[in-house]
């Protein structure tokens, strides 16, 4: 089993800045990646950042320049670092991880909420 929790979500005004958390836990040989994905009400589940254990990235275009995904492999963290926020960024932010070995594996999701 693997546990993943999230942090860091919130209300924001636009402009405004949140920094999202996701620290994994359990039993897991090693991870390919972790990273993020969001889902907003009547909408499908959408990439948001993804990093490979290598440490590269990979960015929806409607985030990139905005948001930054970082990863301190020791602790099993990932971290999402959202500036500029716009009132389309609202959703749930759910953060994933994908082991070396096995399916992916998901939180429960963090609310942002960014008011216009």
């Known amino acids: 089993q693997v546990q993943l929790v999230e942090s860091g979500g919130g209300l924001v005004q636009a402009g405004g800045s949140l920094r999202l958390s996701c620290v994994a836990s359990?039993?897991?040989?090693?991870?390919?990646?972790m990273g993020w994905y969001r889902q907003a009400p009547g909408n499908e589940r959408e990439l948001v950042a993804t990093i490979t254990n290598g440490g590269s990235t990979n960015y929806a275009d409607s985030v990139k320049g905005r948001f930054t995904i970082s990863r301190v492999g020791a602790k099993n963290t990932v971290y999402l670092q959202m500036n500029s926020l716009k009132p389309e960024d609202t959703a749930v932010y759910y953060c994933?991880?994908?082991?070396?070995?096995?399916?992916?594996?998901w939180g429960q999701g963090t609310q942002v909420t960014v008011s216009s």
């Open positions: 994933h991880l994908d082991p070396a070995l096995g399916t992916r594996w």
């Open positions: 359990g039993k897991f040989f090693s991870i390919n990646a």
